[in-house]
């Protein structure tokens, strides 16, 4: 019940109109908050990419005074230090000492000869002394050759196994050329010149955290140490920007650069005098504060709106539009409301609309009453009439007569309301009947046939049918019908039209039968050839009805029959011709196989008989062939070759089937003096109800 409440109000116009409002509302607002949160994500935007910018900047150089201190700091030892302590390890170590700023600034400090031996060296406290070898390192070999100062790539310290990168400054003999190396390590996972710039970014306070890499992607600081010396590209969000930032060519530019990936923003910024970039990374989402989450707020607050407004529209529609339910109730009533203080007054569009509707009722009840007096009128006239009348519409009886119901073995009223094709014997039969019905209609005539028509009780009968529609070019308007049953009629048509075809006693087909079928296959086209024709003339026949009487002759020759139909093909035909004569039609059969069904009807013939006064009577039967080829001929002429192919066998000693001569070519020309063989004619004596005898 409460689905039913809920199913009914909603397809209310009140229910409609506030859904309408409802959703009005909630697009407004939404549209509205979007487009200014919109507006303020693009100026946020723009405001983060500056700071991002900056910030950037401001650390790539701060970094590169950093290194160029760090760089200072060391060429000023290197410049400083007394040429003639080069040859001992000891002086070397004590004029480092005497420099703790420069211990300070690096994890270690050494001195590296040509050969590549570290000689001397000062560690950080409590970092254990050690001596290297540093020949093959490429930082010692750069300075070495070039006399410049180098910042190594990271590299794995061999004495802590830590990242660690180095700096060089050359150390210079009194005359020129180097002398020596000065270099200093710093470690990548420890505090150094680069941990301040990214450390900020642990403690979660910032959107954004520093990344620096050097000129092959590698991480050179990072918030968490341990990453130091990992591919950048395992960093989230800075894969994208280092793809488009080796696409670049790995520029090095301290200009800075923005660019938003796989929703992170990546600003970039290189470190001048090194071959370091600075990557700032954070998500877009963190990075624009929280602008995209305003937005959802946004629609939120739209839809609250959009709910709170349809509500209040939904009351206020319910109240403005009671006099419209009060309508409606009206309207639906069985009986129709006439009183005027029944129906809703007042000014306005329902004040007429309530009028409009309360004589619209009106009229629709005397019409009613009207078509209500013309459907019984109608009915009595049905009812009346001594011819099976009904009416349809969309192919459903409306009103049916009781002649045309008791045709059809129903009670008056059992057909209203079924389908038209519940009368037809097969849907098929009742669905090609529509297309002819269309095209009589079409043209403006009625529709007449005869048809089956199916019975209550399963039987069918014959009926003709008319029918016309009410409206000539309104389909809707329905159709007419008149059934009358034709039954009998129908199968006194047929009968009278099978016993003009055939013969009353074998049953067979007559002579006109034959000769009809005969000129038929004659005249086919294109004709269906060889074919070939039996004419059969029963011997000894004339013994049995002189001896044995009609009745015994007629008996006979119904045996023939049968013989001559349980032999030959369904296609084939076999006719009486009259008398002891019959004739069997073998269409797409050659002379040869016609020989043997010829000799198979002789040999059956000699079978038949009758018993009379202790003696057998048999016949036989001399048989005529005609093959019919693709030459011209008559039905005529056939008959008359085959015969007299069949006088040729009974006097060769009758019981013999013989095939008539090949036919000319063409027949004769008109005028030429030649003509046809006419038929033989016989003269036969005697008569009986089997035909005159031989």
């Not at 970014?201 to 990344?211: I, M």
């Not at 989450?293 to 009671?322: E, P």
């Not at 006109?512 to 004659?522: A, G, T, V």
């Amino acid at each position: 019940m409460p689905h039913a409440w809920l199913r009914g109000a909603a397809a209310t116009l009140k229910f409609r109109l506030a859904l309408a409002s409802m959703l009005v509302i909630a697009l407004s607002v939404g549209v509205t908050t979007t487009a200014l949160l919109h507006e303020v994500g693009k100026r946020t935007e723009r405001m983060v990419f500056d700071l991002e910018s900056a910030t950037a900047t401001r650390a790539a150089n701060l970094m590169a005074n950093r290194v160029v201190s760090l760089q200072v700091a060391l060429r000023a030892v290197a410049t400083a230090m007394p040429p003639g302590d080069l040859d001992s390890p000891e002086s070397i170590r004590a004029y480092l000492s005497s420099k703790p700023v420069l211990r300070s600034m690096f994890s270690r400090v050494f001195v590296a000869l040509p050969n590549g031996e570290a000689i001397s060296s000062v560690a950080e406290p409590g970092a254990r002394e050690a001596v290297l070898n540093v020949a093959d390192r490429p930082y010692f070999v750069q300075t070495m050759s070039s006399g410049q100062p180098i910042i190594s790539e990271p590299v794995i310290s061999r004495m802590t196994n830590l990242p660690s990168i180095f700096f060089t400054v050359p150390i210079f003999k009194p005359g020129g050329g180097v002398a020596a190396v000065l270099a200093g390590s710093m470690r990548l996972t420890v505090r150094n010149l680069m941990y301040d710039l990214v450390e900020k970014s642990l403690d979660g306070e910032e959107p954004a955290h520093t990344v620096v890499v050097d000129s092959l992607g590698r991480i050179l600081a990072h918030p968490d140490p341990k990453r130091a010396m990992q591919e950048g590209t395992t960093e989230p969000g800075l894969a994208a920007a280092l793809k488009v930032w080796v696409a670049q060519g790995r520029p090095v530019e301290p200009t800075p650069e923005v660019l938003n990936a796989d929703g992170y923003m990546v600003t970039r910024a290189g470190v001048p005098g090194t071959e370091w970039t600075i990557f700032r990374v954070g998500a877009e989402a963190a990075m624009m504060g929280g602008v995209a989450t305003a937005m959802a707020d946004g629609w939120r607050i739209a839809g609250a709106a959009a709910l709170a407004g349809g509500a209040t529209l939904l009351a206020l529609l319910w109240w403005l539009l009671r006099p419209l339910a009060r309508l409606r109730d009206l309207a639906m009533r069985p009986d129709d409301v006439v009183d005027q203080a029944a129906w809703p007054g007042g000014g306005g569009e329902i004040g007429e609309l309530g009028e409009a509707l309360r004589r619209s009722l009106q009229g629709r009840r005397r019409a009613a009453l009207e078509q209500a007096a013309a459907m019984q009128k109608m009915s009595s006239i049905l009812t009346a009439a001594p011819i099976g009348i009904a009416f349809t519409r969309d192919r459903k009886f409306e009103l049916v007569g009781q002649e045309f119901a008791t045709l059809l073995g129903y009670e008056v009223g059992d057909l209203t309301g079924r389908a038209a094709s519940d009368i037809y014997v097969s849907e098929e039969e009742y669905k090609a009947l529509g297309p002819r019905v269309g095209a009589a209609f079409g043209a403006g005539k009625p529709f007449f046939d005869e048809l089956r028509f199916l019975r209550r009780d399963g039987s069918f009968i014959w009926g003709r049918l008319q029918g016309r529609p009410v409206e000539v070019g309104d389909a809707n308007a329905g159709t007419i019908w008149l059934l009358e049953d034709v039954t009998r009629r129908r199968a006194e048509r047929e009968r009278v039209a099978w016993s003009a075809s055939h013969d009353a006693l074998t049953r067979l087909h007559n002579r006109e039968s034959f000769e009809q079928r005969l000129d038929e296959l004659l005249a086919e086209t294109p004709p269906v050839r060889p074919a070939s024709l039996l004419f059969i003339d029963l011997d000894r026949f004339k013994a049995i009805n002189d001896s044995a009487g009609h009745a015994a002759g007629d008996a006979v020759l119904k045996d023939v029959a049968k013989m001559l139909t349980s032999l030959v093909r369904p296609t084939d035909l076999a006719a009486r011709m009259g008398g002891d004569e019959f004739a069997v039609l073998l269409p797409q059969c050659a002379a040869e196989p016609a020989q043997r069904i010829g000799e198979r009807i002789r040999d059956a013939a000699q079978l038949i008989g009758i018993d009379y006064q202790g003696r057998r009577l048999n016949i036989g039967a001399s048989i005529g062939l005609v093959e019919i080829g693709h030459e011209t001929a008559t039905a005529a002429a056939l008959l008359a070759r085959a015969d007299a192919a069949c006088y040729d066998a009974k006097n060769a000693g009758r019981n013999a089937v013989r095939a008539a001569p090949a036919a000319p070519a063409s027949p004769a020309a008109p005028g030429s003096g030649a003509a046809a063989a006419p038929p033989t004619l016989r003269v036969v004596a005697g008569t009986g109800t089997g035909g005159a005898p031989h």
